[in-house]
Structures are given as structure tokens and as C-alpha cells.
């Protein structure tokens, strides 16, 4: 393969400003990368020149020499930064110094180059610095969209299916209505909640969260309700249940179609008499609790089956607030991708990450059973994971999605075999720990030590590796 074609050109065609008071040197250069590189020209014969030609156009890279009479490449370089800072910007020279090379990188140059030149190779670092502002560009469009579009409350999006949902949760925030959060799984019904809370006259204090399903029964009722002391074995002391703590508050069940049927029976006078009554205490206690659940089952099918209380479903479901799929809002993928990535890239230092719009398209084809999670996991694995400071299709191979992609072992090894032998191995080790550790803390529920367990390593040396690729048991639970 010929240099010159390593990089896939766009489609559409980009504008290169080129500037040199050698007007060989700029019929060359037009005629070499209006047919190499499928972009359009712009030609300057100085400084101040090119200086008149930005006002009229918006080039996506300027390629510009450095010793011109009237305005030299390097304040040029400055000037084109003050005014577009996403212009990518190369330096030619046949006088070179490796001091002015190293002044012109740090002042926002993406390369630097000694003439004479390999034609291939400026056709290359075109390409790429081609690439690099269509990046750039799509980057801060995305973020702009965020930051005009975007719901307040954590929300990311402005597709009318979320615009409807968070409607709703902003009409009934600032009412005592208990609220049925419903919708598939990962697709932010604790987030709602939240929303409901943080936008009601309760703000002021903590809500109140039980995952429903990871408490054994008799453990539930006396986390709930609470206890006094000596009402069962091992009962030292009162205990304040979680109702108790939610006193003038909002108390969210989560998932709370597993909630054992005799709980439910006690949940529901909660609801209807709005008082608690600890295990071992005869009296009952008025509480002020706003009750919001929420479920990813089908509540109506486990009535039928006896499994769910149906007058406990009635005063659950005072308004119901059902959370949009990511297949009915997939206009709002690439501003949840964004989201993502600026908040991972922030998290494990890659400040100049971007994702190519390739792969950004191949991740709004996709189907995501798993919702908006499953979407930020993928992203957070290929932040954690990309060897390159661009995200490509072939970096998303690594998330496990059951559906067929357009990803396959070979675009992987050509990822990899553009590294040396000692970072492809590096990169294979780290890729290798980060699933390895990933796929057993999602088994245990983010608990490090059944963890470290099951794979025979110290929960210290297991938690090493965990810190070693940013990663946190948090994510998991």
C-alpha cells in the first residue's frame, strides 16, 4: 500500500489554504493535493494575504511557509489560532531549526516540515490533519447542542420522547402524588427519580434509595420499617428503618416487583394510613413520605400470577412515568456519546480523544437492549481501551453487544499491528485485565473481595490492577 493512501478520504470535499511566496511551490502543492487528498484550494502568495482570504473562507487546514517577506508563518500560525483554533496548521520550511520546529508545535501547529519533501508524505499529514478538524468541528457542534439542548437534571437529550418524559416529572415534581417509575432496564428510572426529587419542596433533604431485590426478606422488613431493641435475636438496639430516614424526604423502592408479597401487605398500610410500626413496638409512628417505585417488569402479569399485590399496584401507580427505550429516542445517540466520552476522557486523562464519525454512525445503528447504560459502558470501554487518540469502529469491537457489527478480528490486528510489538503486547495485556475484571466484577455486583475470590488473586493485588486501568467497583453495583 502506497503512504500516500494509508488514510480514507472523505466524501465531501474539504478546503486547503496554501501560502508561499514560490508560486511553483503552490501550483505543485495545489496540484498534487487537489488530486490526492479530494479537498479544494485556496492559494496565498503571503502572509497577509492568507490573512484577507480567511475573512472570505473557512479553510480546514492551512499549509504555510515560514519565511515570507511581509508576515512570517509563525505569527501567521498565531493569528490563525486567535481565529479558529480548530484549523489544522502545517509549517513548511527549507531553512528549519529544531528550536523553530519546537516553537511552532507550541503554538498550535500540527506539524512541521523540512523542505524538500516526500510528496506522500504531505499528502499523509494532510489527510490527517483533514481529518482532524472534520473531528474537531463535529466535537464542538456536539457540545453546543449539549450545551443549548441538552435537560437539566442529568438528563442529555431532545428527542420529543424524552422531552415528553421529563415534561411530565417537571409538572408532577412539586406534588406529594406517589409515582410509578416504569421502563427496560438501563434506561434511567433512578435518574428520574431524582429529578422528581431534586425539582419537588423536599430537596432540601437526602433521598432515600432501597434496592428492593438485594435484601433477603427478613432483612428487608427491618431495614424498611426499622426496629426496637430486643424484637428478634441480635436485636441490641433500635434501629431506625429507612422510612423513618425518609421523613419529610422522598424514599425511592427500586425494582420494586420483587418485593416479597408479605412486605407488600405492610408497604401497602404505609401508603394508605402514611405510618410505620417497628418490629417489637405496638405503636405506630406518623411519617411524611413521598413514595416513588420503580420497575422493569410487568407488574400486571405478576398480579395475575399472585405475585404482586393488585390494590398495592393501584397505589403505586398514583402517575406513571415510563422512561423512553433507546431505540424510540435514537436521534439523541451522538449527544449521549459526547456526554460520555467528555466525561471518561476527563476521568482517565485522555483530554484529546475524538471519535471518527464512522464510528460514531456505526454506534447509532446499533441495537441496545441494555439502553443508555449499555451505551455509556461501550463508550467507557473503548475510552479505557483505544491505543490511538482517534475512536474507530474497530475500537468498539471490544464491547460485547449481542448483535452483529460491522467490527472483526482482522480491523482489530490492523489496529494493533500499526503499534510495535512491545505496545501491541502491552495493549493486549490491558485489554485483556480490563474485560477479565470487568466481567467479574458485573458477575459479583461490583463486591471486590467475591472477586478477587473467584479468581484466586489477594483482594490488595486484585484492587492493584483495578486502580492500574481506572477502574471502580462503583460501576458495577
Same mark, same amino acid.
Given at each position: 500500500?502506497?503512504?500516500?493512501?494509508?488514510?480514507?478520504?472523505?466524501?465531501?470535499?474539504?478546503?486547503?489554504?496554501?501560502?508561499?511566496?514560490?508560486?511553483?511551490?503552490?501550483?505543485?502543492?495545489?496540484?498534487?493535493?487537489?488530486?490526492?487528498?479530494?479537498?479544494?484550494?485556496?492559494?496565498?502568495?503571503?502572509?497577509?494575504?492568507?490573512?484577507?482570504?480567511?475573512?472570505?473562507?473557512?479553510?480546514?487546514?492551512?499549509?504555510?511557509?515560514?519565511?515570507?517577506?511581509?508576515?512570517?508563518?509563525?505569527?501567521?500560525?498565531?493569528?490563525?489560532?486567535?481565529?479558529?483554533?480548530?484549523?489544522?496548521?502545517?509549517?513548511?520550511?527549507?531553512?528549519?531549526?529544531?528550536?523553530?520546529?519546537?516553537?511552532?508545535?507550541?503554538?498550535?501547529?500540527?506539524?512541521?516540515?523540512?523542505?524538500?519533501?516526500?510528496?506522500?508524505?504531505?499528502?499523509?499529514?494532510?489527510?490527517?490533519?483533514?481529518?482532524?478538524?472534520?473531528?474537531?468541528?463535529?466535537?464542538?457542534?456536539?457540545?453546543?447542542?449539549?450545551?443549548?439542548?441538552?435537560?437539566?437534571?442529568?438528563?442529555?437529550?431532545?428527542?420529543?420522547?424524552?422531552?415528553?418524559?421529563?415534561?411530565?416529572?417537571?409538572?408532577?415534581?412539586?406534588?406529594?402524588?406517589?409515582?410509578?417509575?416504569?421502563?427496560?432496564?438501563?434506561?434511567?428510572?433512578?435518574?428520574?427519580?431524582?429529578?422528581?426529587?431534586?425539582?419537588?419542596?423536599?430537596?432540601?433533604?437526602?433521598?432515600?434509595?432501597?434496592?428492593?431485590?438485594?435484601?433477603?426478606?427478613?432483612?428487608?422488613?427491618?431495614?424498611?420499617?426499622?426496629?426496637?431493641?430486643?424484637?428478634?435475636?441480635?436485636?441490641?438496639?433500635?434501629?431506625?428503618?429507612? +422510612? @423513618?430516614?425518609?421523613? %419529610? !424526604?422522598?424514599?425511592?423502592?427500586?425494582?420494586?416487583?420483587?418485593? &416479597?408479597? /408479605?412486605? $407488600?401487605?405492610?408497604?401497602?398500610?404505609?401508603?394508605?394510613?402514611?405510618?410505620?410500626?417497628?418490629?417489637?413496638?405496638?405503636?405506630?409512628?406518623?411519617?411524611?413520605?413521598?413514595?416513588?417505585?420503580?420497575?422493569?417488569?410487568?407488574?400486571?402479569?405478576?398480579?395475575?400470577?399472585?405475585?404482586?399485590?393488585?390494590?398495592?399496584?393501584?397505589?403505586?401507580?398514583?402517575?406513571?412515568?415510563?422512561?423512553?427505550?433507546?431505540?424510540?429516542?435514537?436521534?439523541?445517540?451522538?449527544?449521549?456519546?459526547?456526554? +460520555? @466520552?467528555?466525561?471518561? %476522557? !476527563?476521568?482517565?486523562?485522555?483530554?484529546?480523544?475524538?471519535?471518527? &464519525?464512522? /464510528?460514531? $454512525?456505526?454506534?447509532?445503528?446499533?441495537?441496545?437492549?441494555?439502553?443508555?447504560?449499555?451505551?455509556?459502558?461501550?463508550?467507557?470501554?473503548?475510552?479505557?481501551?483505544?491505543?490511538?487518540?482517534?475512536?474507530?469502529?474497530?475500537?468498539?469491537?471490544?464491547?460485547?453487544?449481542?448483535?452483529?457489527?460491522?467490527?472483526?478480528?482482522?480491523?482489530?490486528?490492523?489496529?494493533?499491528?500499526?503499534?510495535?510489538?512491545?505496545?501491541?503486547?502491552?495493549?493486549?495485556?490491558?485489554?485483556?485485565?480490563?474485560?477479565?475484571?470487568?466481567?467479574?466484577?458485573?458477575?459479583?455486583?461490583?463486591?471486590?473481595?467475591?472477586?478477587?475470590?473467584?479468581?484466586?488473586?489477594?483482594?490488595?493485588?486484585?484492587?492493584?490492577?483495578?486502580?492500574?486501568?481506572?477502574?471502580?467497583?462503583?460501576?458495577?453495583?
Amino acid at each position: 500500500m502506497n503512504k500516500s493512501e494509508s488514510l480514507p478520504v472523505p466524501d465531501d470535499k474539504q478546503l486547503v489554504m496554501l501560502v508561499d511566496d514560490e508560486p511553483d511551490m503552490l501550483h505543485m502543492l495545489k496540484l498534487v493535493l487537489s488530486r490526492q487528498c479530494n479537498c479544494d484550494t485556496i492559494l496565498a502568495t503571503s502572509g497577509r494575504n492568507a490573512l484577507k482570504e480567511l475573512e472570505k473562507h473557512k479553510p480546514d487546514v492551512v499549509v504555510t511557509d515560514i519565511k515570507m517577506p511581509d508576515l512570517d508563518g509563525l505569527l501567521l500560525l498565531k493569528k490563525i489560532m486567535e481565529l479558529d483554533s480548530t484549523i489544522s496548521v502545517i509549517i513548511m520550511t527549507g531553512y528549519g531549526t529544531i528550536e523553530m520546529a519546537v516553537q511552532a508545535l507550541k503554538d498550535g501547529a500540527y506539524d512541521f516540515l523540512q523542505k524538500p519533501f516526500d510528496k506522500d508524505h504531505i499528502i499523509r499529514v494532510v489527510r490527517h490533519c483533514l481529518e482532524r478538524t472534520r473531528l474537531l468541528r463535529d466535537n464542538y457542534r456536539l457540545q453546543e447542542q449539549l450545551d443549548d439542548l441538552a435537560l437539566p437534571h442529568s438528563f442529555v437529550g431532545q428527542s420529543p420522547a424524552l422531552r415528553k418524559t421529563f415534561d411530565l416529572i417537571a409538572r408532577i415534581a412539586d406534588s406529594d402524588a406517589t409515582v410509578l417509575i416504569r421502563g427496560e432496564s438501563g434506561t434511567g428510572k433512578e435518574l428520574a427519580a431524582r429529578a422528581l426529587h431534586d425539582l419537588s419542596n423536599r430537596k432540601q433533604h437526602r433521598m432515600i434509595t432501597v434496592n428492593c431485590p438485594a435484601l433477603p426478606e427478613q432483612i428487608l422488613e427491618s431495614e424498611l420499617f426499622g426496629y426496637c431493641r430486643g424484637a428478634f435475636t441480635g436485636a441490641t438496639h433500635d434501629k431506625k428503618g429507612l +422510612f @423513618l430516614a425518609a421523613d %419529610k !424526604s422522598t424514599i425511592l423502592l427500586d425494582e420494586v416487583a420483587d418485593i &416479597p408479597v /408479605a412486605i $407488600q401487605t405492610k408497604l401497602l398500610r404505609v401508603l394508605q394510613e402514611k405510618e410505620i410500626q417497628p418490629l417489637g413496638q405496638n405503636n405506630t409512628m406518623k411519617i411524611d413520605v413521598r413514595v416513588v417505585a420503580s420497575t422493569n417488569q410487568d407488574l400486571e402479569a405478576k398480579i395475575v400470577a399472585g405475585e404482586f399485590r393488585a390494590d398495592l399496584f393501584y397505589r403505586l401507580n398514583v402517575v406513571t412515568v415510563t422512561m423512553p427505550s433507546l431505540r424510540d429516542m435514537r436521534e439523541d445517540i451522538p449527544l449521549l456519546v459526547h456526554h +460520555f @466520552l467528555e466525561r471518561y %476522557k !476527563s476521568e482517565h486523562n485522555r483530554p484529546d480523544l475524538m471519535i471518527e &464519525p464512522e /464510528a460514531l $454512525q456505526m454506534l447509532c445503528r446499533q441495537e441496545w437492549p441494555g439502553n443508555v447504560r449499555e451505551l455509556e459502558h461501550t463508550v467507557k470501554r473503548a475510552v479505557l481501551l483505544a491505543p490511538a487518540n482517534i475512536l474507530r469502529v474497530a475500537d468498539f469491537c471490544q464491547a460485547e453487544q449481542k448483535q452483529e457489527t460491522s467490527c472483526s478480528v482482522e480491523d482489530r490486528m490492523e489496529s494493533l499491528c500499526k503499534l510495535s510489538y512491545n505496545d501491541a503486547k502491552a495493549e493486549i495485556i490491558r485489554e485483556f485485565s480490563i474485560n477479565y475484571l470487568t466481567r467479574l466484577l458485573s458477575t459479583h455486583g461490583g463486591n471486590v473481595t467475591a472477586a478477587a475470590r473467584e479468581c484466586g488473586l489477594e483482594r490488595q493485588a486484585f484492587q492493584r490492577i483495578m486502580r492500574r486501568y481506572g477502574i471502580t467497583s462503583n460501576d458495577f453495583r
